[in-house]
Nanobody, 119 residues
């Protein structure tokens, strides 16, 4: 199994910045991509940004040029990825979930971290 732990959510004013972090541990040897999804109230969960271990990235159109996902950093026991969010808007308010895709195992999800953009 893979365990994902997110950190960095909070309350930010419109136009502000926030960084989310996700650490993957456990059986991480077959992870090939990590990313962030979000779910706002009464909406479906959607992809925000993702990156493969090879460095290929994908972004939702709504966050392009505002959000940046870091490369996956690796040490022996942990993978870590960050999401840098700039020029935040009220519509970015959601619970953000870290995701890890695995060659063998089912996808793994973090517990979610709340991001609220409000003045």
């Amino acid at each position: 199994q893979v365990q994902l732990v997110e950190s960095g959510g909070g309350l930010v004013q419109p136009g502000g910045s926030l960084e989310l972090s996700c650490a993957a541990s456990g059986n991480i040897g077959n992870i090939y991509a990590m990313g962030w999804y979000r779910q706002a109230p009464d909406k479906q969960r959607e992809l925000v940004a993702a990156i493969t271990t090879g460095g290929s990235t994908k972004y939702a159109d709504s966050v392009k040029d505002r959000f940046t996902i870091s490369s996956i950093s690796r040490d022996n026991a942990k993978y870590t990825v960050h999401l840098h969010m700039n020029r935040l808007k009220p519509e970015d308010t959601a619970v953000y979930y870290c995701n890890a895709e695995d060659v063998i195992l089912d996808a793994s999800w973090g517990q979610g971290t709340q991001v609220t953009i409000s003045s």
